[in-house]
């Protein structure tokens, strides 16, 4: 990526990441250069990150991280880059975490005075209008929460109350857009992005299955690329599941895989999941 190298990218990455658990939890504590945080059982902020690059790891640090979310009653869970140390994985392993899953980490350049939609292989979807939503609509706040956390839910489950509480704080950020997309004036798909420190990350994409396939996802993408390239960014960032049509979209649009992460937990009697 030019002058941004891979550890570069991760450190930033993380760090972002990070940052936003922290203000987004109802209770967070910083470790090493990460953070802890907890935004209620099940809440998918429940994590420790960012941490891992440029500070040692002691045990007794980690024996608070376990001791952090256990005695909150959750699962301790940890989000890790490649670039950790491997003393970190031991001391992890050693008090009972194990992969829960992986996360790729694409990225690409968002070049200055390109026309960004030129980018869609088949075009701009006809008829679709992309809305940046106003903060101060409440209503249009709820429709992209309940709409973009409804791609991360089985079909008809209800929005957890956790997940709706970040969702409506998350939206408030002075950093960070949210995006609706409408076919006739109907809801179809929404996203948000968080734009700081010359990089822009695109997040909480979801398409209604009604009206997957038609380049929605993609537009979507774009329209977050013209806004980063508004607040100044020279990279965009995309986290996905591996071999989702995420990926494959981000590909399309010229993302490269740049490293995967991995989410690791520690189960328990009587520990809540998060998602």
Not at 94 to 110: E, M
Request: hydrophobic share 40%; net charge neutral.
């Amino acid at each position: 990526m030019d002058d941004w190298s891979f550890v570069d990218i991760a450190r930033l990455v993380e760090r972002k990441q990070a940052a936003a658990v922290a203000e987004l939890s109802r209770e967070s504590r910083p470790l090493a250069e990460g953070w802890l945080a907890f935004g209620g059982p099940g809440a998918y902020v429940n994590k420790a990150c960012g941490f891992g690059f440029d500070r040692p790891i002691s045990e007794s640090a980690l024996d608070g991280l376990v001791t952090f979310f256990t005695s909150r009653g959750v699962e301790p869970r940890v989000e890790l880059s490649p670039f950790v140390p491997t003393s970190l994985l031991e001391g992890l392993a050693r008090r009972g975490f194990v992969l829960q899953r992986f996360g790729n980490v694409l990225a690409r350049k968002i070049p200055q005075g390109d026309d960004l939609r030129a980018l869609l292989p088949h075009g701009w979807p006809a008829g679709l209008i992309i809305e940046r939503v106003d903060p101060k609509d409440a209503a249009a706040v709820r429709e992209y929460v309940e709409t973009s956390e409804s791609g991360f839910l089985a079909e008809g489950e209800p929005l957890p109350q956790e997940f709706l509480e970040v969702g409506l704080k998350s939206v408030q950020r002075p950093s960070q857009d949210a995006y609706l997309a409408r076919m006739g004036g109907e809801v179809v798909a929404a996203g948000g992005c968080e734009s700081s420190d010359g990089a822009t990350v695109l997040f909480g994409t979801t398409v209604k299955p009604a009206w997957r396939g038609r380049g929605i996802q993609q537009a979507l993408i774009v329209a977050r690329l013209e806004r980063g390239r508004e607040r100044g960014s020279r990279l965009a960032v995309i986290i996905s599941g591996p071999g989702i049509p995420t990926e494959r979209n981000a590909a399309r649009l010229g993302f490269e895989m740049i490293y995967s992460r991995v989410t690791l937990v520690k189960h328990g009697e009587g520990l809540v999941p998060s998602s």
